[in-house]
């Protein structure tokens, strides 16, 4: 959408449509969830992705029907031979033998074991291929390395890589804090994800719109990863007796903060290379986002469990209440369903879960200062009205107006082949009728 948006609109109206798309996704976000948590209760938690299924369809089938499409001249099967596979797989290969790794250290295997340390070797050699692939090797290459000359774009990416960490850690472990130290259930634990969701939204909604009117992004962008750095900082210190209004204040503070850094940040390297790279970047700066989130999903569980391993080793814990544990922290909230004595799941709530929660929180803040840092440092301003916008804008009004035009024709000419049709078809049964009124009369 954000590519789309990117073609059709002016560089200085794009910042509210990127804002209204940041909201529409918050609001996702919000009720996902909740809706989450209800089937995960009520049903079954693989409702959660069966649901999926007629949205996506839906989605599918708005698409076709509704988004104009505009004809490319080529042959699409020289395109496809174009696509840079080789590169999507190391890619893939990469992520993969980085991530695993960082899941399974300290928990599955040791943090010096072969198996971690070969994998996450091979995983930083494979990037390093993957770097020169696209440098040297590919013709039409998902990453141009030139793209990086821009400290712009190389600071939003370090930026987003940040934002897509706190944002979906944040969304993930602060429910699972909710129903392992509150004992609150799924849909109640989703509930409270709301005041981060409309901070978020409302947020990308008004840093969209600033952008529109004053041009400007690069404070906005700085201001939203302060607020992100300070809000982490605070929910580092947050335990099972902490207030629920400052749980929801300090949520409210992590979505001001990421609301402020979408719209901006997108519009921010779009800024700074030519049109023709304008989807690329932006591509780019999405697989980013999304590559911090999964990096902040592996990061997170394993300095949790390894805070929750250690807790439970040092009270003498039977193996099987220790993978119980480990597979769902919510069951602290329920002790006595496992056998544990209130005094021993005190002990790993306080010294394992909330121990690994705070030290996780603290890398969050520091995430937020780098990125606070990053974008007020790298990321500089650039005009964002460009001489040939009322040109190209135009020219698009007026390729939409020709595609309507021809729809139009079309539908004329196959109303005109029915009524053709029509006449026909009654001269013939006139010519059958007065054929058979004749041989009636013979």
Same mark, same amino acid.
């Given at each position: 959408?954000?590519?789309?948006?990117?073609?059709?609109?002016?560089?200085?109206?794009?910042?509210?449509?990127?804002?209204?798309?940041?909201?529409?996704?918050?609001?996702?976000?919000?009720?996902?969830?909740?809706?989450?948590?209800?089937?995960?209760?009520?049903?079954?938690?693989?409702?959660?992705?069966?649901?999926?299924?007629?949205?996506?369809?839906?989605?599918?089938?708005?698409?076709?029907?509704?988004?104009?499409?505009?004809?490319?001249?080529?042959?699409?099967?020289?395109?496809? +031979?174009?696509?840079?596979?080789?590169?999507?797989?190391?890619?893939?290969?990469?992520?993969?033998?980085?991530?695993?790794?960082?899941?399974?250290?300290?928990?599955?295997?040791?943090?010096?074991?072969?198996?971690?340390?070969?994998?996450?070797?091979?995983?930083? +050699?494979?990037?390093?291929?993957?770097?020169?692939?696209?440098?040297?090797?590919?013709?039409? $290459?998902?990453?141009?390395?030139?793209?990086?000359?821009?400290?712009?774009?190389?600071?939003?990416?370090?930026?987003?890589?940040?934002?897509?960490?706190?944002?979906?850690?944040?969304?993930?472990?602060?429910?699972?804090?909710?129903?392992?130290?509150?004992?609150?259930?799924?849909?109640?634990?989703?509930?409270?994800?709301?005041?981060?969701?409309?901070?978020?939204? #409302?947020?990308?909604?008004?840093? &969209?719109?600033?952008?529109?009117?004053?041009?400007?992004?690069?404070?906005?962008?700085?201001?939203?990863?302060?607020?992100?750095?300070?809000?982490?900082?605070?929910?580092?210190?947050? %335990?099972?007796?902490?207030?629920?209004?400052?749980?929801?204040?300090?949520?409210?503070?992590?979505?001001? &903060?990421?609301?402020?850094?979408?719209?901006?940040?997108?519009?921010?390297?779009?800024?700074?290379?030519?049109?023709?790279?304008?989807?690329?970047?932006?591509?780019?700066?999405?697989?980013?986002?999304?590559?911090?989130?999964?990096?902040?999903?592996?990061?997170?569980?394993?300095?949790?469990?390894?805070? +929750?391993?250690?807790?439970?080793?040092?009270?003498?814990?039977?193996?099987?209440?220790? %993978?119980?544990? +480990?597979?769902? $922290?919510?069951?602290?909230?329920?002790?006595?369903?496992?056998?544990?004595?209130?005094?021993?799941?005190?002990?790993?709530?306080?010294?394992?879960?909330?121990?690994?929660?705070?030290?996780?929180?603290?890398?969050?803040?520091?995430?937020?200062?780098?990125?606070?840092?990053?974008?007020?440092?790298?990321?500089?301003?650039?005009?964002?009205?460009?001489?040939?916008?009322?040109?190209?804008?135009?020219?698009?009004? #007026?390729?939409?107006?020709?595609?309507?035009?021809?729809?139009?024709?079309?539908? &004329?000419?196959?109303?005109?082949?029915?009524?053709?049709?029509?006449?026909?078809?009654?001269?013939?049964?006139?010519?059958?009728?007065?054929?058979?009124?004749?041989?009636?009369?013979?």
């Amino acid at each position: 959408m954000q590519i789309i948006v990117s073609d059709i609109i002016t560089l200085r109206e794009r910042g509210k449509y990127h804002g209204m798309i940041g909201a529409v996704v918050a609001l996702g976000y919000t009720i996902g969830p909740i809706v989450g948590g209800l089937l995960a209760q009520k049903v079954s938690w693989r409702w959660c992705f069966w649901v999926t299924l007629p949205l996506s369809l839906v989605s599918s089938a708005v698409v076709v029907l509704v988004l104009p499409v505009k004809p490319v001249a080529g042959d699409i099967r020289k395109k496809l +031979l174009l696509i840079d596979y080789v590169g999507s797989l190391l890619t893939l290969i990469g992520c993969a033998l980085i991530m695993l790794p960082l899941i399974w250290g300290g928990v599955t295997f040791p943090w010096t074991h072969p198996v971690t340390l070969s994998l996450l070797s091979a995983g930083a +050699l494979v990037v390093l291929l993957f770097c020169l692939y696209e440098w040297k090797c590919a013709k039409l $290459p998902i990453v141009p390395m030139y793209i990086f000359k821009h400290s712009t774009v190389s600071g939003v990416y370090i930026c987003m890589f940040a934002n897509g960490f706190v944002f979906f850690s944040s969304l993930y472990y602060i429910p699972q804090f909710f129903q392992a130290g509150l004992g609150y259930s799924p849909i109640r634990a989703g509930l409270f994800l709301i005041p981060l969701l409309v901070g978020q939204t #409302a947020f990308s909604w008004v840093a &969209g719109m600033l952008v529109s009117h004053t041009g400007r992004y690069r404070t906005i962008v700085y201001t939203g990863f302060a607020f992100i750095a300070i809000s982490c900082g605070f929910i580092s210190t947050i %335990t099972h007796h902490t207030s629920k209004a400052t749980m929801v204040v300090l949520m409210l503070l992590v979505g001001c &903060g990421s609301g402020l850094t979408l719209a901006t940040t997108t519009v921010a390297v779009q800024a700074s290379v030519e049109r023709k790279d304008m989807s690329v970047v932006t591509a780019f700066r999405n697989f980013v986002r999304s590559l911090g989130a999964a990096f902040s999903l592996s990061v997170a569980s394993s300095v949790v469990n390894n805070s +929750l391993l250690a807790s439970m080793i040092e009270i003498s814990l039977s193996p099987s209440t220790i %993978t119980t544990i +480990l597979n769902d $922290p919510s069951v602290l909230a329920r002790a006595s369903s496992i056998g544990l004595p209130d005094e021993q799941a005190l002990h790993v709530l306080e010294h394992g879960y909330e121990a690994g929660f705070k030290t996780f929180f603290i890398i969050n803040a520091s995430l937020g200062v780098m990125a606070t840092i990053v974008s007020a440092t790298m990321v500089k301003h650039k005009e964002l009205s460009r001489d040939d916008d009322e040109k190209l804008k135009n020219e698009a009004k #007026a390729g939409l107006k020709k595609q309507e035009e021809n729809q139009d024709t079309e539908a &004329g000419v196959q109303s005109s082949e029915l009524v053709v049709k029509r006449d026909t078809e009654m001269e013939v049964s006139d010519v059958r009728m007065v054929s058979r009124a004749g041989s009636s009369k013979m």
